[in-house]
Every structure is written in structure tokens, then in C-alpha cells.
């Protein structure tokens, strides 16, 4: 029994071991099979992560452009339309940059204007990458995150751009020791007017060598680097003067220089000695290139092509015109300056004059120096009024009473109680345009402009309707060049196309006609016509139909006189850099002279055709109407190959 007791323990323990050992089988194989799903899924995940890496990578290197030419800056040839050559331009971009020459206390002077913890990070701060991950467009902040943005070919903006320059700015660091990111930050950063790094910006803005720069030249320099636009020293030396006195502190506060010396080495002005060679008032437009080229395509390292929109007989013309009436009849009257901008209705500038004569330290007052407009813009209003009810006969009060806190008085010190449109825009008065813009609400107002294309910015009080915000001629030339093409803002460019020159070179930029929306009815636009009609001055005669009308703003201190024929819109501003009355002047007369000047000889070789017919033939394809800029632009005289 006993025998028979120990034979069943003995079968059950080997069942039970049986039964154990087939579990533990069962148990592995499925460790197994978990094994293998979790490789083939990591498998998956890093062939996902390797393409996806592979696709950035390669996405982004065919963005970067990593060639340098120390042996010579870059030229960039401008040309006209038609292929003119207008000027070569040499010498904008710097050239190599050596640290062993260059001194310490000059380098100190742009790690602290930029990025004082520049040889602390790894190549971006907790800042950028908040920024880039948060969907934010603001960019990159460090000297290394600069430095990538300039290797790309074409600058861009964005939450997905600035991620690629975070990449390539950790690359950077990895790749490269701090001195070699500090060399190409130096040799590729913007300063504005069109030039790149320190050699250049030094010989051209200081006429010295980089290396012989005092640190208060340097901090100028450094700062224009930080925001090239508004701390230009060129353009604006007072704000650019006192951010570098504030770069100044910011080294003695990190000890690279003592404090008893800011005082000493502050300026109230920059040390400039502009090397900027004139070409007369054309110079004006090379400089508006030159910033231009830099904004779409950045540093490069090749030559470029530039083909503009302008017409160098038209631009000829108007040099002349600016020089001849203001020597005879402008400066006598107490008026130093003039500006003309002159462009076909799409939008193309065909001639620019940005002063009576070029001063590297003056800004281009035709492009982006705003003038009171009075009268200029009064017509907005009346816009939005036609788009609701397109009869320019309708009646609309003219009562001085108050709106908005203000009561508007009309230049003649008249109101007759009830007005039709097409008078009150020929009479010039303020109430009328107060009082719609009442009706319609200013905001709806300030969003129309906007929409219309007007950049300079419109306050909040009723009386910007009647010129109280100073605006530029290219927000003038949107707003009236309205129902000459089609009731439709065009862009306001000077620039067709740039290519870098060589065989096999892409082009880099290319105008490209937006689709925009028609801000004027058919109907609006025939009475806008009708009302500009009544307001030309018969005493300003061309040998073709046309508008025209002048203003006088600003108290006297601006004065204009803006029209079109059926191919060319014309503004010219008249007065004085400081705002000072020029009583003399009058709109109708001596403006009106310089405008009729210039259009008699420009309109020359253009079909005599009305206002009106000929924005119905540009707007129609294939009509047998020779308007050459509403074609699509293609370079009559692209670079040969293998230019050097």
C-alpha cells in the first residue's frame, strides 16, 4: 500500500513537473513572440525616425548655401526692364573676417550687443526653443541661431523655419568651434542699406578698416545688426548713436570694459564718413535695391542679377524733371526737397526720384518718409460711400457740427447744408468725409485702408480721414491707382527678378501677382471717374485724356500733386525736411508744373486712349493692347552662362 502511495506521489509530482515545464514552454514563447513584436516595432519607429531624419536633413541641406568667396565681395548688377544696365554694384558683402587680427575688445562689443552667453549655450537658448515650440514666429535670438539663418538661400519666417535653424544651429555647434560661428556671424549679418558684415560696413560707413573700428563705431555697427531697419545710423544716427552708448554698458556691466569709460566713449552721433559712391538721384533707387535684394535673398556668396521694374528713359525723364523745376521754380519759392514715384498700374515703379539731390544720410523720400496727405486721402471715404451706393449725384450733409469730439471746418469756411458727392470731393471739403466715415464706422474705415494696401499706420481719431496721419507716396499711389486697374490694390514693387549668375544657377525671386480682392465695384469705379473728372485742372493740359489734382497739408508744410493717364500713375510731394511752411508753393501751379513736365515726355510712345477704356482693355487678355506690364515678366537679358 505504502508502494502504491509513493507510485501516485511520484506520478502526480511528474504531472505537475510536466504540466510546469509545458507552462514555462508557453510562458517563453510568448516572451518570445513580445519580444519580437517590440523589435519589429522599434524596428518601425527608427526606420519612421531614420526617413523622417534623412527627409529634414535632406530637405533642409538642399535650403543651405554654405560657399564662401574670400578673395572678393560679390557684384550685383542692376538692371532696367528691358534689360539696361543701371549699375554694378561692388563691395556690399565683407569679406573674409580673421579673428587674429581682429581685436578682442571689438568682439567683446558684438557678443554683448547680441549674445552675452554666447560661449555658454550649446547653440540656442531655453527662450528659442519656448519660442519655436509654441508656434511663435519671432526668431532665434543667439549668435549661432543668426548664423543659421544666414546659410539659407532664401530667408523665410515661421514656426517651421525657425525649428530647420534650430537644427542646423545645434549642427553648427557640434560641427564648429565658438571662434569660427563668430567669424561667420561677423562676415554674414545684415547691417542694413544693403550691406553685409563688418570689412564692408566699415570701409563703406567709417571708410576704415574693421580692425581700426573704435568700440562706440563697433556698437553702432552691432546694433544696426540687432534691427536693421530702425538703428540704420544712415537713416536714423540719433536712435542708432544711443543704442550703442547702450551696448557700451552692457560690456561694462559684464566687465569687459570699466564703467568709468561709457562716458567718455558715448556719442550723441555716430562717427560716420559715408563712402557711397552718387550716381545722381538714380542712386536713390540702387540703395532701395540694395535693401530689397537683402530682405528676399539674405547673404550670399555669388554674384547676382537684379532686373527691375524701371523704365530708365522714364527715370531719366524724371531726374531731369526733379532737378530742372526745383533749381527754377520750387527752391526760389522756399521748398529745399521734391520726391516723384511713377508707376504703371499693376504696380511696377517705372521711375523714382528720392530727393532733390542724393545724400547717403537721407532717406529716400518718395519710398518711405511719410508727408501729410490732406486732400490725397480725403478719397478714401468716398470709396467705401460708392461701393454702397455707386451714385456720385447722391446727397450728403455738410453741416459744421461736432463728430466724434472734433468739428471739422472746411477749407473755404462754407457749408451748404446738403451737398452732392461729386461736389463735396470737388470742393475739398472735411465734412463730408468726417461725416461717412461717422456713418460707417472709423474702425470699418481703418481695416478698408488696410485692405486697400495703405502701410503707414492710421490712428484712431476721426480726423485721419482729412489727412491728420502722414503717409508715403506708395500708400497714395495704392489708394488712387484703384479704379485704374480694375478696382483692385496692386502690390507696389520695384524689383522682376533676381537670379544668382553662372550656368545652372536657380532664380531666386520672381514678382509673383497675388490674387487680391476687388475693393471697387464696376459700378464705384465708373463714379469714382466721374468724380475724379470734375476735379482735374483744366489749366494742366497733356495731349491725352487724364487726371490730376493737387493738395496742400500739414499747414502748408507738404504739398502734392497726384494723377494718371490710362498706362501711368504720378505722384510728386513737394516741401521741406523739417516740416517748415513753404508759403509759396502752390499745388496747382508749381507741383502741377513738375508733374505735367515729367508726364508729357513719359506718356510719349503710349496710344492716346481714355481713363476708362484703358482699364477695360488691360483687364481683358489678348485685346491687342500693348501694355507690356501686364504680361508675365520674363528677363529680356538673362546672364550668360558662366558669367563670372
Request: charged share 25%; hydrophobic share 40%.
Given at each position: 500500500?505504502?508502494?502504491?502511495?509513493?507510485?501516485?506521489?511520484?506520478?502526480?509530482?511528474?504531472?505537475?513537473?510536466?504540466?510546469?515545464?509545458?507552462?514555462?514552454?508557453?510562458?517563453?514563447?510568448?516572451?518570445?513572440?513580445?519580444?519580437?513584436?517590440?523589435?519589429?516595432?522599434?524596428?518601425?519607429?527608427?526606420?519612421?525616425?531614420?526617413?523622417?531624419?534623412?527627409?529634414?536633413?535632406?530637405?533642409?541641406?538642399?535650403?543651405?548655401?554654405?560657399?564662401?568667396?574670400a578673395?572678393?565681395?560679390?557684384?550685383?548688377?542692376?538692371?532696367?526692364?528691358?534689360?539696361?544696365?543701371?549699375?554694378?554694384?561692388?563691395?556690399?558683402?565683407?569679406?573674409?573676417?580673421?579673428?587674429?587680427?581682429?581685436p578682442?575688445?571689438?568682439?567683446?562689443?558684438?557678443?554683448?550687443?547680441?549674445?552675452?552667453?554666447?560661449?555658454h549655450?550649446?547653440?540656442?537658448?531655453?527662450?528659442?526653443?519656448?519660442?519655436?515650440?509654441?508656434?511663435?514666429?519671432?526668431?532665434?535670438?543667439?549668435?549661432?541661431?543668426k548664423?543659421?539663418?544666414?546659410?539659407?538661400?532664401?530667408?523665410?519666417?515661421?514656426?517651421?523655419?525657425?525649428?530647420?535653424?534650430?537644427?542646423?544651429?545645434?549642427?553648427?555647434?557640434?560641427?564648429?568651434?565658438?571662434?569660427?560661428?563668430?567669424?561667420?556671424?561677423?562676415?554674414?549679418?545684415?547691417v542694413?542699406?544693403?550691406?553685409?558684415?563688418?570689412?564692408?560696413?566699415?570701409?563703406?560707413?567709417?571708410?576704415?578698416?574693421?580692425?581700426?573700428?573704435?568700440?562706440?563705431?563697433?556698437?553702432?555697427?552691432?546694433?544696426?545688426?540687432?534691427?536693421?531697419?530702425?538703428?540704420?545710423?544712415?537713416?536714423?544716427?540719433?536712435?542708432?548713436?544711443?543704442?550703442?552708448?547702450?551696448?557700451?554698458?552692457?560690456?561694462?556691466?559684464?566687465?569687459?570694459?570699466?564703467?568709468?569709460?561709457?562716458?567718455?566713449?558715448?556719442?550723441?552721433?555716430?562717427?560716420?564718413?559715408?563712402?557711397?559712391?552718387?550716381?545722381?538721384?538714380?542712386?536713390?533707387?540702387?540703395?532701395?535695391?540694395?535693401?530689397?535684394?537683402?530682405?528676399?535673398?539674405?547673404y550670399?556668396?555669388?554674384?547676382?542679377?537684379?532686373?527691375?521694374?524701371?523704365?530708365?528713359?522714364?527715370?531719366?525723364?524724371a531726374?531731369?524733371?526733379?532737378?530742372?523745376v526745383?533749381?527754377?521754380?520750387?527752391?526760389?519759392?522756399?521748398?529745399?526737397?521734391?520726391?516723384?514715384?511713377?508707376?504703371?498700374?499693376?504696380?511696377?515703379?517705372?521711375?523714382?526720384?528720392?530727393?532733390?539731390?542724393?545724400?547717403?544720410?537721407?532717406?529716400?523720400?518718395?519710398?518711405?518718409?511719410?508727408?501729410?496727405?490732406?486732400?490725397?486721402?480725403?478719397?478714401?471715404?468716398?470709396y467705401?460711400?460708392?461701393?454702397?451706393?455707386?451714385?456720385?449725384?447722391?446727397?450728403?450733409?455738410?453741416?459744421?457740427?461736432?463728430?466724434?469730439?472734433?468739428?471739422?471746418?472746411?477749407?473755404?469756411?462754407?457749408?451748404?447744408?446738403?451737398?452732392?458727392?461729386?461736389?463735396?470731393?470737388?470742393?475739398?471739403?472735411?465734412?463730408?468725409?468726417?461725416?461717412?466715415?461717422?456713418?460707417?464706422?472709423?474702425?470699418?474705415?481703418?481695416?478698408?485702408?488696410?485692405n486697400?494696401?495703405?502701410?503707414?499706420?492710421?490712428?484712431?481719431d476721426?480726423?485721419?480721414?482729412?489727412?491728420?496721419?502722414?503717409?508715403?507716396?506708395?500708400?497714395?499711389?495704392?489708394?488712387?491707382?484703384?479704379?485704374?486697374?480694375?478696382?483692385?490694390?496692386?502690390?507696389?514693387?520695384?524689383?522682376?527678378?533676381?537670379?544668382?549668375?553662372?550656368?545652372?544657377?536657380?532664380?531666386l525671386?520672381?514678382?509673383?501677382?497675388?490674387?487680391?480682392?476687388k475693393?471697387?465695384?464696376?459700378?464705384?469705379?465708373?463714379?469714382?471717374?466721374?468724380?475724379?473728372?470734375?476735379?482735374?485742372?483744366?489749366?494742366?493740359?497733356?495731349?491725352?485724356?487724364?487726371?490730376?489734382?493737387?493738395?496742400?497739408?500739414?499747414?502748408?508744410?507738404?504739398?502734392?500733386?497726384?494723377?494718371f493717364?490710362?498706362?501711368?500713375?504720378?505722384?510728386?510731394?513737394?516741401?521741406?525736411?523739417?516740416?517748415?511752411?513753404?508759403?509759396?508753393?502752390?499745388?496747382?501751379?508749381?507741383?502741377?508744373?513738375?508733374?505735367?513736365?515729367?508726364?508729357?515726355?513719359?506718356?510719349?510712345?503710349?496710344?492716346?486712349?481714355?481713363?476708362?477704356?484703358?482699364?477695360?482693355?488691360?483687364?481683358?487678355?489678348?485685346?491687342?493692347?500693348?501694355?507690356?506690364?501686364?504680361?508675365?515678366?520674363?528677363?529680356?537679358?538673362?546672364?550668360?552662362?558662366?558669367?563670372?
Open positions: 500500500m505504502d508502494e502504491n502511495n509513493q507510485t501516485r506521489k511520484s506520478g502526480a509530482v511528474a504531472a505537475q513537473a510536466a504540466l510546469q515545464e509545458i507552462e514555462e514552454r508557453r510562458l517563453r514563447e510568448i516572451r518570445r513572440r513580445k519580444r519580437r513584436i517590440r523589435l519589429a516595432i522599434a524596428s518601425v519607429v527608427l526606420l519612421v525616425l531614420g526617413t523622417i531624419s534623412t527627409v529634414v536633413t535632406l530637405s533642409i541641406q538642399t535650403q543651405l548655401d554654405f560657399s564662401r568667396k578673395d572678393r565681395s560679390p557684384d550685383v548688377q542692376i538692371a532696367g526692364f528691358d534689360g539696361t544696365i543701371i549699375k554694378n554694384v561692388q563691395g556690399h558683402y565683407s569679406q573674409d573676417v580673421s579673428l587674429i587680427t581682429f578682442k575688445r571689438l568682439q567683446g562689443v558684438f557678443i554683448a550687443a547680441s549674445d552675452p552667453g554666447f560661449y549655450h550649446f547653440g540656442a537658448s531655453l527662450g528659442d526653443v519656448t519660442r519655436i515650440f509654441s508656434g511663435t514666429d519671432v526668431p532665434g535670438s543667439t549668435i549661432t541661431m548664423v543659421a539663418r544666414s546659410f539659407f538661400q532664401v530667408p523665410d519666417s515661421g514656426t517651421v523655419r525657425n525649428l530647420e535653424e534650430l537644427l542646423v544651429a545645434l549642427w553648427l555647434e557640434a560641427r564648429f568651434d565658438k571662434d569660427t560661428i563668430l567669424r561667420s556671424y561677423l562676415e554674414r549679418a545684415y542694413g542699406s544693403g550691406i553685409f558684415g563688418i570689412t564692408a560696413a566699415s570701409r563703406i560707413l567709417y571708410g576704415v578698416p574693421a580692425h581700426e573700428m573704435t568700440l562706440h563705431q563697433a556698437a553702432v555697427l552691432a546694433a544696426a545688426m540687432n534691427d536693421p531697419i530702425n538703428l540704420n545710423p544712415l537713416h536714423f544716427p540719433t536712435a542708432s548713436a544711443h543704442a550703442a552708448n547702450i551696448v557700451l554698458q552692457e560690456m561694462a556691466t559684464l566687465k569687459m570694459i570699466e564703467p568709468e569709460q561709457i562716458s567718455a566713449l558715448s556719442r550723441t552721433v555716430p562717427q560716420l564718413a559715408p563712402r557711397i559712391r552718387e550716381d545722381g538721384y538714380s542712386q536713390y533707387v540702387i540703395d532701395l535695391v540694395m535693401d530689397e535684394v537683402a530682405r528676399r535673398v539674405g550670399t556668396s555669388k554674384d547676382l542679377r537684379v532686373v527691375t521694374s524701371i523704365d530708365t528713359r522714364l527715370q531719366s525723364m531726374e531731369d524733371a526733379v532737378s530742372e526745383s533749381r527754377l521754380r520750387l527752391k526760389p519759392r522756399g521748398a529745399d526737397q521734391a520726391a516723384l514715384l511713377s508707376i504703371s498700374p499693376d504696380g511696377r515703379v517705372r521711375a523714382m526720384v528720392g530727393g532733390t539731390q542724393y545724400d547717403p544720410m537721407s532717406r529716400n523720400r518718395a519710398w518711405n518718409v511719410r508727408h501729410y496727405p490732406g486732400r490725397m486721402i480725403k478719397i478714401l471715404p468716398y467705401y460711400a460708392l461701393n454702397e451706393n455707386p451714385d456720385p449725384a447722391q446727397w450728403v450733409p455738410d453741416t459744421r457740427k461736432e463728430v466724434e469730439g472734433w468739428k471739422p471746418v472746411n477749407p473755404d469756411r462754407q457749408y451748404r447744408g446738403q451737398v452732392s458727392l461729386r461736389d463735396a470731393f470737388a470742393r475739398d471739403v472735411n465734412t463730408v468725409p468726417v461725416e461717412l466715415t461717422h456713418k460707417f464706422g472709423l474702425d470699418n474705415m481703418r481695416d478698408f485702408a488696410e486697400i494696401g495703405i502701410e503707414s499706420p492710421l490712428s484712431d476721426i480726423r485721419t480721414v482729412v489727412g491728420l496721419d502722414a503717409v508715403t507716396l506708395p500708400d497714395i499711389a495704392r489708394l488712387h491707382v484703384l479704379s485704374l486697374n480694375g478696382g483692385i490694390s496692386p502690390d507696389v514693387t520695384l524689383i522682376n527678378a533676381i537670379r544668382s549668375t553662372g550656368e545652372g544657377q536657380p532664380l525671386y520672381q514678382r509673383v501677382v497675388r490674387e487680391q480682392e475693393m471697387l465695384t464696376d459700378e464705384a469705379m465708373l463714379a469714382v471717374n466721374s468724380m475724379l473728372a470734375g476735379v482735374t485742372d483744366p489749366q494742366v493740359r497733356l495731349d491725352r485724356p487724364f487726371v490730376g489734382f493737387g493738395a496742400l497739408a500739414g499747414r502748408g508744410s507738404d504739398a502734392w500733386f497726384a494723377g493717364t490710362a498706362d501711368l500713375y504720378t505722384v510728386v510731394w513737394v516741401g521741406n525736411d523739417d516740416k517748415s511752411r513753404a508759403p509759396a508753393i502752390r499745388p496747382d501751379v508749381e507741383v502741377a508744373s513738375l508733374w505735367r513736365l515729367f508726364m508729357l515726355d513719359a506718356s510719349q510712345g503710349f496710344s492716346i486712349r481714355s481713363v476708362a477704356r484703358g482699364t477695360s482693355q488691360r483687364l481683358v487678355e489678348q485685346d491687342g493692347v500693348t501694355d507690356m506690364w501686364k504680361r508675365n515678366w520674363i528677363d529680356p537679358n538673362p546672364p550668360l552662362q558662366n558669367a563670372q
